[in-house]
């Protein structure tokens, strides 16, 4: 599913003025960039809290398309400037990461 | 004299950003000030002035600094009658201070942000302990520069002595500069893609970088990462200037880690970094010494027979 389609099905706020509208193979749930970059799959979208800079350098070295910031966390002015050079959309929502990971597993996977 | 100050904070070579964030105010301040204290008048710091050939004083009650007398003060007090009163009542009291624990980045943005020639310096109990004009950041900078150009000369040398075939490419990593962390990763990750490298090996080769880099803003003094590729294999060499690793053992397991409160709000400090590198390295060398710094190896070869996509 593309990043569009699944921000619109799902209401999700698109805080990047620009991204490319990829498809979105994959989810990896974690706040922990370690773990992030050791176990998810690339072109995933990463449900996380970390609002920062840091996790668009592991997003970009998997190549994700998406960043989906939950609980409503401020992302970082600087995370979103990166965040549009990279073409990587960033995400927001309400939901925490355990509702966040079902809605979303349901639409790519379901 | 340019507007500006010479040297940018956020665009400079890497050489030139490592040594304005390892020196210090105090590294660059003058200690021997001339000072007047707080019963001092006007005409005393005139007179200090004159005797010494400087144009500015700042005015301590005992230890700690409550003004500066510049020559417009002087002048001013001159000009309305006030020359002979205290000082503390016309001496400019709202002062722009630098403390001299603060890498000397800072200074050069305040001589950029404010107009003035010097300012003067406290430590963190707030005592005055000098001052620092921009003539004092050019010569420390120069004494340093020196060393450093010395020093990247003698690596260029050593550069030379590399396999032909090989592509090396090399990146400083500062302490706590989560700023830039990924960079080298990034560029690692671009050059294996023109090599056409298998994406299953590029994946191993970024986490690696990333894992390592990341270790070095972290946990470090600051360090370099280099990276060296051939036609059969990617090493990643990762070595910083200390502290040092005490249990060397230990951070090859997951789940330990140093890290502070705020390095882990930010993500890090899960101790799995080592662990992650560890695990998608064909071979692996940790080494280090407290006090000394810690040298990290990992090699990963391009193409194994049970790892072929």
Redesign the interface.
């Known amino acids: 599913m593309k990043v569009n389609e699944l921000a619109s099905k799902l209401g999700y706020e698109i805080l990047t003025r620009e991204h490319n509208d990829a498809d979105i193979k994959d989810g990896y749930t974690s706040d922990l960039l370690s773990d992030v970059m050791g176990n998810a799959s690339e072109e995933s979208i990463l449900i996380t809290i970390q609002g920062h800079k840091n996790t668009l350098a592991v997003a970009s070295q998997l190549d994700f398309p998406a960043v989906l910031i939950c609980n409503n966390r401020t992302a970082a002015l600087d995370m979103l400037e990166t965040a549009e050079k990279l073409k990587i959309a960033v995400l927001r929502t309400k939901d925490n990461q355990f509702v966040s990971s079902y809605k979303v597993y349901c639409e790519i996977k379901g | 004299m340019p507007d500006r100050f010479p040297i940018s904070t956020e665009k400079s070579p890497n050489a030139i950003m490592e040594v304005i964030l390892r020196l210090k105010i105090k590294d660059a301040m003058v200690t021997k000030v001339i000072t007047a204290d707080r019963n001092a008048t006007m005409r005393d710091i005139q007179n200090l002035m004159k005797d010494n050939k400087i144009s500015g004083v700042p005015v301590l009650d005992s230890c700690r600094l409550i003004g500066m007398v510049s020559v417009n003060d002087i002048i001013h007090a001159l000009d309305k009658g006030h020359i002979e009163e205290p000082a503390i009542d016309h001496m400019t009291k709202s002062l722009v201070v630098l403390e001299d624990d603060m890498p000397l980045s800072f200074a050069i943005s305040y001589f950029d942000k404010y107009s003035y020639r010097r300012f003067p310096v406290i430590d963190k109990n707030r005592k005055f302990t000098g001052m620092l004009s921009s003539r004092d950041v050019l010569s420390v900078m120069l004494q340093e520069l020196n060393k450093e150009i010395k020093e990247l000369e003698e690596k260029i040398v050593n550069e030379r002595d590399e396999l032909p075939n090989q592509i090396a490419r090399d990146f400083f990593i500062k302490k706590f500069d ?2 830039n ?3 080298s ?2 560029e690692l ?1 671009k050059l294996l893609k023109e090599k056409n490298v298998s ?1 299953a090996v590029i ?1 191993r080769a ?2 690696a970088s ?2 390592l880099e ?1 270790n070095i803003a972290i946990h470090s003094e600051g360090g370099r990462i280099v990276y060296l590729v051939d036609d059969e294999k990617i090493e990643i060499i990762a070595n910083d200037t200390g502290p040092g690793i005490e249990n060397v053992d230990r951070v090859v397991e997951e789940g330990y880690s140093t890290a502070n409160e705020w390095i882990r709000s ?3 400090g ?1 101790g ?2 080592i662990p ?1 590198t560890k ?1 998608v390295s064909d071979e692996f060398e940790i080494t280090s010494e407290i006090g000394k710094g810690t040298s990290v190896k990992s090699v990963i070869y391009l193409e194994k027979k049970n790892e072929s996509e």
């Open positions: 989560f700023e962390a990924g960079k990763s990034f990750k994406s994946r970024s986490v990333y894992e990341i930010l993500g890090f899960a799995m970094g992650n695990r």
